[in-house]
């Protein structure tokens, strides 16, 4: 039995000074008996908690910084009127700090074999799965003096997806690949291009690309225009080792990897390009393979929901094996990691040749905002200070960069806000070059 604040007030207004402290019952009702039997009679007349019964709906997924509704549906089968307080218990990142109290409890009466619903709404914090794990409920009699509790098991799981905040550059970088799909004359041939139509010679076109049969047969220079290649393969590989634990802003840098994915997925499947993703450490945390243009972007986002980074040095050696495994031919290879010196030149150095032998390589690394507010203070000398430190830290970023451009490597190195336009530029500049 549990004794309600209604009761703690009667005690206090004297009506029970001894009875609330009483060791049992018995001690209670020679006290108060009055008092104490109003108590029991009310503990009887409350509707029983465990004979309830309870069924979820609602939504399942959710993007991180969206709202999602999961409905409870209350079943009262006894022969009592239920009067309760109920709390459905979630995790603390479901709901923005503070608001958990007002989200998670609620309030209903549910009369003789009737059901109700309720809804409990979710704002999450965090990617991942958010997992209800138990229902506790409270049911009062009608005095309020006293309440029947339990605990009931109910799992719902809602997936917290990432934002794809990048989803606004998507429109414009649409418009250059329509430019560059036969709209507009790519000026160089390139390797890898397709031909696509004949249209008016005008100066700066590449005279490699005048069709000289066509040119024979009307009075005005005709020239070819090249469109890239479709059904190209790419293989999106997300590091996830300890430096994507890092926090950049407000934003980890692997949080910030998975919108660059998410955005240059978008842009290569409207390409007519197959999109592949692998995510690892020491060990395969996720993998997209072999799904179609209208299903890899959302097996993408699901895939990407639960991962986390993990405190562990990545294999390089591992994840290059891995990378080759699973793009037997020709690919484009963007490695989504670390531009930091140490484990660039002890990890993927020694083992990059391998990739650029076979396949383009594009490594997208985020870059710390902070450290270009750095470079530019003065004033103190603290700020001095911090100053020399910062330029001593572009100048290790830049040397790094450099010898993976030695091995030709495209870098990308951008902060957390532009890094996916940078992508999907570096993207379509390729497909521009023929090098896809």
Aim: proline share 6%.
């Amino acid at each position: 039995m549990a004794l309600t604040g209604r009761t703690a007030l009667l005690a206090a207004l004297g009506s029970l000074p001894v009875g609330i402290l009483a060791p049992s019952w018995t001690g209670m009702l020679a006290v108060n008996a009055p008092l104490s039997l109003a108590i029991l009679c009310d503990y009887a007349l409350a509707a029983p908690v465990r004979p309830l019964q309870f069924t979820r709906s609602g939504d399942t997924t959710v993007r991180l910084g969206d709202s999602a509704e999961v409905q409870l549906t209350v079943v009262n089968p006894s022969r009592r009127r239920l009067r309760a307080h109920l709390r459905d218990a979630w995790p603390p990142s479901s709901w923005q700090a503070g608001t958990e109290q007002s989200a998670s409890r609620h309030r209903l009466t549910v009369p003789p074999g009737e059901r109700r619903r309720i809804t409990t709404f979710l704002r999450p914090t965090r990617r991942g799965d958010r997992r209800a794990e138990q229902i506790t409920v409270r049911s009062y009699g009608p005095l309020g003096l006293a309440a029947r509790q339990g605990i009931h098991q109910l799992h719902w799981t809602v997936r917290v997806l990432p934002p794809f905040t990048s989803r606004k550059h998507l429109p414009s970088r649409l418009a250059r690949l329509r430019e560059l799909d036969g709209r507009t004359s790519v000026l160089t041939r390139g390797e890898g291009t397709e031909f696509d139509s004949l249209r008016a010679y005008v100066p700066g076109d590449d005279a490699r690309s005048i069709d000289w049969r066509a040119t024979a047969r009307q009075s005005a220079v005709a020239v070819r225009t090249w469109r890239p290649e479709r059904d190209r393969h790419i293989l999106v590989v997300l590091d996830t080792g300890r430096t994507s634990a890092g926090r950049v802003g407000d934003v980890p840098r692997l949080d910030a990897a998975m919108d660059a994915s998410l955005l240059l997925t978008a842009l290569a499947t409207r390409a007519g390009d197959r999109v592949d993703l692998l995510a690892y450490d020491r060990r395969l945390r996720a993998r997209v393979q072999r799904r179609a243009s209208g299903e890899v972007l959302s097996a993408m986002v699901d895939a990407m929901a639960p991962l986390e980074p993990e405190l562990v040095e990545t294999d390089a050696r591992g994840l290059s094996a891995m990378a080759l495994a699973n793009a037997p031919r020709r690919s484009l290879i963007v490695l989504l990691t670390s531009l930091d010196s140490a484990p660039v030149e002890e990890g993927l150095l020694p083992v990059l040749s391998r990739l650029t032998q076979r396949h383009t390589v594009v490594l997208a690394a985020v870059s710390d905002p902070h450290i270009e507010e750095m470079a530019g203070a003065r004033g103190t000398v603290d700020a001095v200070y911090e100053a020399a430190a910062a330029a001593q830290a572009k100048a290790r970023r830049r040397r790094t960069a450099d010898q993976l451009q030695r091995h030709g490597v495209v870098v990308v190195d951008a902060t957390p806000d532009t890094l996916a336009p940078a992508l999907a530029d570096a993207y379509l500049a390729l497909k521009a070059a023929g090098r896809l």
